[in-house]
């Protein structure tokens, strides 16, 4: 795959004749054929820029590839305003009805969100932005921690916060915290212009403030700022106890008196589990699974393999960062990730794989409004496949193997209070633009009591303050990205439901739906996709209420203490 870069002003100029072109088209089948064309310079421009992002979380010592992140950044905007020239020569087209049958209605409708998320009053702002969201990137990225004889950075301090040791994982959560006590001022810095930026481009473009913007940016078009708030209640109501009572069951298992924060990532006195061999192993293992799980797994998986589309073995200089991308004029997705010994490994082959699989089973769309789905909906895809693999787990975590469901499941069940607190906290902070950063810190603190009640910061001030938010790099770079995960945990749960908890008969039709739904891509909002795979809505109360219910009995019924 090679990199060749788009120049933005002949780019343009291609566009903005094609457009022209569609406009006066004279019957659909030019208009399509054209449309076909946009797409394919559309197709072009966005390949490149993810080869761009590849090579540069390959090497992030490389200038020249860091270059490359700063020429996408500053043009990507203008890239966009081209797009939004089609978006609006698409739904004031007079072939729209042919288009629309041949294409489906909601390419016309990503069409108009999206113009409402854009204007060109807004450029220069969301140059800027991408700017700051790359700046917190490095900051975060220049951590230089000085700890046992070793100059570590935080991803390479993470393994000691859960070790079995206590005084080191104390030490260790110490040493992470204190590189964001001592960058406070950056991080509040960076932060406070993001919020004004944002919140100017929202006036800018005649909204109150930046939510409703945030919301048309994500292109959620069938629910809303209400259905989200009810969302987040019932997560309170039903699952923010069951959390703490899973946390109980933790301190009790590791004979505490009291959960302290440096206990938090570590789960069995025993020792978390761990894949019992190294990556290679595990990446050979992993041919085995997705063999046996079904034909369609079976050619993607080899499709992976053979044109080396899995980046996933540790090297100096690569970013220490997990994604799937899908480049568009290959038709191939590709994952990136460092395998470090953890059982996070297994989840790049599951939930990484499950985002890639997707990609795979829609790349015949040719548009990228269809190969990628809106951020909830590519998340019921990657959470699902960690469920529906887990008849697998036993190849990578032999005796492990149910000490590692178990964590699992506890692990998304924890992760749903702190999911949809992250969206209460930036609701919140978008509604009161004009918050100081202190009052910020405390706005979230008190949030943390709510829906994590079990939270002991003890000498750590400042997570006692309210800081813990700032290494959540969605609140910097994607604001509002992050109920997605908690919308998607739901219907994931259904699929564990369905095709573990209700054993094998239900196994084949739940795989039958969810290959369905990634065959479905992006071609659909979320809860039509939802349909389509026999999904109930996780904006329905019931529907949390049961799959808690579900999740209470299974580990009631186990001892965790044999773990
Ligand atoms: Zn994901």
């Keep these: 795959m090679k990199y060749v870069k788009p120049e933005i002003a002949e780019t343009g100029k291609t566009l903005s004749k094609l457009i022209a072109d569609f406009k006066s088209a004279s019957s659909f089948n030019e208009a399509d054929k054209i449309m076909f064309q946009i797409n394919e310079i559309r197709n072009e421009f966005e390949s490149m820029k993810i080869i761009a992002f590849i090579n540069y979380s390959n090497d992030t010592n490389n200038v020249l590839y860091s270059d490359e992140q700063d020429y996408f950044?500053?043009?990507?905007?203008?890239f966009t305003d081209y797009v939004m020239e089609y978006y609006k020569a698409l739904v004031k087209s007079k072939y729209r009805n042919e288009l629309s049958e041949k294409y489906g209605a909601h390419l016309f409708e990503i069409a108009e969100i999206s113009l409402k998320s854009f204007d060109q009053a807004i450029i220069d702002d969301m140059q800027k932005e991408n700017?700051?969201?790359?700046?917190?990137m490095k900051l975060k990225a220049s951590a230089k921690i000085n700890f046992k004889d070793k100059e570590l950075n935080l991803q390479e301090l993470e393994p000691y916060m859960e070790s079995k040791d206590r005084s080191l994982r104390k030490e260790a959560f110490t040493a992470y915290w204190k590189f964001f006590g001592d960058n406070k001022e950056e991080?509040?810095?960076?932060?406070?212009?993001?919020?004004?930026?944002?919140?100017?481009m929202a006036v800018k473009m005649g909204y109150k403030n930046y939510v409703e913007l945030g919301y048309a940016r994500m292109k959620r078009m069938d629910y809303n700022e209400e259905m989200i708030n009810k969302f987040r209640e019932n997560i309170k109501k039903y699952i923010v106890p069951l959390a703490e009572k899973l946390r109980e069951k933790q301190r009790?298992?590791?004979?505490?008196?009291?959960?302290m924060v440096h206990d938090l990532f570590y789960q069995f006195s025993t020792?978390?589990?761990?894949?019992?061999g190294d990556p290679e192993w595990i990446v050979d293992q992993g041919k085995k699974m997705y063999d046996e799980l079904s034909s369609d797994t079976r050619e993607f998986y080899d499709f992976m393999f053979e044109n080396e589309l899995m980046n996933v073995f540790s090297r100096k200089g690569k970013a220490d960062m997990g994604y799937c991308e899908y480049i568009p004029k290959y038709r191939s997705p590709y994952i990136f990730a460092n395998m470090?010994?953890?059982d996070d490994d297994i989840t790049v082959l599951t939930h990484e794989a499950g985002h890639a699989f997707q990609a795979y089973a829609s790349?015949?769309?040719?548009?990228?409004?269809?190969t990628e789905p809106t951020m909830e909906s590519a998340e019921v895809h990657s959470m699902s496949m960690e469920f529906l693999t887990y008849p697998w787990m036993n190849l990578f975590f032999k005796e492990d193997t149910d000490k590692f469901k178990y964590s699992h499941l506890n692990g998304a069940v924890n992760f749903l209070p702190y999911g949809v607190m992250v969206d209460d906290f930036q609701h919140w902070v978008y509604n009161n633009p004009e918050a100081t950063p202190d009052e910020r810190k405390s706005r979230w603190r008190e949030m943390e009591k709510v829906y994590m009640p079990h939270l002991n910061y003890g000498e750590i001030d400042f997570l006692e303050e309210g800081g813990r938010w700032q290494k959540q790099g969605h609140i910097y770079e994607s604001p509002f990205y992050y109920?997605?995960?908690?919308?998607?945990?739901i219907c994931a749960f259904q699929f564990w439901s369905k095709a573990i908890q209700n054993g094998n008969g239900e196994f084949n039709n739940a795989l039958k739906d969810y290959i369905k739904l990634c065959e479905a891509g992006g071609s659909r909002s979320f809860l039509e996709l939802l349909k389509l795979a026999n999904l109930e809505s996780p904006f329905e109360e019931g529907v949390i209420k049961k799959v808690v219910n579900e999740i209470e009995t299974y580990i009631d019924s186990l001892d965790d203490s044999a773990f």
């Design 73 to 78: 950044d500053s043009n990507y905007p203008l």
């Design 131 to 136: 700017h700051l969201a790359s700046e917190y």
């Design 187 to 200: 991080f509040d810095k960076l932060f406070d212009k993001l919020v004004y930026l944002r919140n100017d």
């Design 252 to 259: 009790k298992r590791l004979g505490l008196d009291k959960l």
């Design 271 to 276: 020792g978390n589990p761990t894949p019992k």
């Design 340 to 342: 470090n010994g953890t």
């Design 363 to 370: 790349r015949n769309f040719h548009f990228k409004e269809y």
């Design 483 to 489: 109920i997605d995960y908690c919308l998607a945990q």
